[in-house]
């Protein structure tokens, strides 16, 4: 009988073969068979999803699934009756530059802001507050749009989203990138219309614009909850926590306790002396130092269960962010948290994802380095890269932000990727693959760099995203073939001969439409018949030799040919020039 698999209107080659149980590259020769030249994270459509089925004789029967959301939905874990209420988990979205960062200081009443590179908050974290002696949990999403990867994760561990918008730029956007993001993973949105101190700001403007992109507020008659403030004077602030502790109640959140503790790693990085630190946000039951938790290929006997800010908990319940040690590596951010009975469990769980991870291992492979192994006359430019960064969560965005950048033509290849600052291995690496070496918020020791220098391996380190991106981009467009770019400059009538060699013509003539300029080319033309291409090399009137000759002027030029050019009176030089433009992705 044949299995049914329920797809939407659209799915990513990968997750097509993924749920095919067949290799990708399977599925990506099948689809270049079939003129459809998709890489592993591109969309195909159902009826295209439905076709390779049918090539490759497979016995699926494909079923197109209610529509369902862009953003990949994570399922809460559902409570039971005898569930407790919980703290929200709140996220913080919006454009760039609106003020997100700002207003968690405001809430936290710390100064993250002014730390934070080139302003943009690098990765995700969380932390707790109590307002009305009710605790809040914020999650300190990231807003730069290279964190798209990140954002959508960050939807799916919230219940409340608070939207920033500016009153002085309104709706921007990523604005409406979040209000997508939210709507398609079911959170609530609170609208933030932040800088209120600025003048001559107008929120019914903004709410106006809200009401364009389906986000009617309740003074309107909708249902979207705004509350107008200033991160720098603090008014409206308190309102908003008012109105975050409202919704929450009218959501009725609430959680097991009485169930093994599980949850969601948020960001990991390696400290030294402690290992591995992962950030997870507590879903349900309570965790405790001593028990032993599993996360996809890594297990932990938690050593130091610890606050947003490092104070020791004895233990933490549902919405709690905490700081987990005990690591045996680095677990992975996104993946979900559990806790077992014993060691051997663990252990014998993170081996089976390890496996498991193992034999789709596709998935890891870039895209183009795919199509490159199926189709070697494939002619595609590839720059090397080796890619280190501080924590999980920014290594993802930064190879996520790299993939992007990839066409049919130049490709980023990540021949490595890590996390910790740039090592010895990596300047070998280096060496043997031709690779360049880009860090995120990673240092080299002054060894190293000394050594790079010797060895002439690139090395750049970053603390903006955007800025290695941007400078990825420009080594990738130098890959691109340059465009050669030909203007006509105007035509030239010869009127005299006088000296003719194997591969030079000096001549005279009359320009009759445009002007002529030095140097240029030529198709020389008789009747209307194109006889060859020559260059001009030299322009005289009179005696002197000039850069440029007008419409209507006599002048003398030098023509330099390939082979012997018997000119004749009459013949035409459509003369245009000739550039080399390098090309933009
Ligand atoms: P983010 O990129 O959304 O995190 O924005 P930031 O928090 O970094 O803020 C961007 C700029 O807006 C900074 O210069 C802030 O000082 C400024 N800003 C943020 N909130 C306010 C506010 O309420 N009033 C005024 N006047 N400026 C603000």
Known sequence: MATTIEIEDTITVGALAERLMIPVTKLITELMKNGVMATVNERIDFDTAQIMITEL??????????????????????ASAKATSRPPVVAVMGHVDHGKTTLLDAIRGSSVAAKEAGGITQHISAYQIEHNGRKITFLDTPGHEAFAAIREHGAQLTDIVILVVAADDGVKPQTVEAIRYAQNAGVKIIVAITKMDKEGVDDNRIKQQLSEHNLLVEEWGGDTVTQSLSAKTGKGINELLDMILLVADVEDLRADVDVPARGLIIEAHIEVGRGPVATALVEAGVLKPGQFIVSGSTYAKVRNLETDNHKPLNEAGPSTPVTITGFKTLPEFGDEFMVVN??????????NVANMRQTSSNRGISSNELLRLINRSNELSELNLIVKADVQGSLTSVVDSLATLNTEEVAVRIVSTGIGSITDNDLRLSKTTGAKIYGFNVVAPS?????AVRDR????????????????????????????????????????????????????????????????????????????????????????????VLNGEMCGLSIKTSERLDLQLGDRLEVFSREIQQRHL
């Open 57 to 78: 004789g497979l016995d699926v029967e494909l079923k197109e699934s209610a529509h369902e959301s862009e953003a990949p939905k994570r399922e809460k874990p559902k």
């Open 447 to 451: 060894a190293i760099r000394q050594q």
């Open 342 to 351: 014993s060691e051997k469990a663990a252990r014998t769980q993170a081996e």
């Open 457 to 548: 391996i690139e090395l750049h380190l970053y603390s903006v995203i955007y800025e290695l991106i941007d400078d990825v981009k420009s080594e990738l467009e130098k890959l691109l073939l340059p465009k050669v770019v030909e203007t006509d400059l105007g035509t030239l009538i010869i009127r005299g001969v006088f000296n003719t060699t194997k591969t030079n013509v000096i001549c005279g003539g009359e320009v009759t439409i445009g002007k002529l300029a030095v140097p240029a080319f030529a198709r020389v033309k008789r009747d209307k018949q194109q006889i060859m291409e020559v260059e001009l090399t030299n322009l005289k009137r009179g005696p002197t030799d000039v850069k440029e």
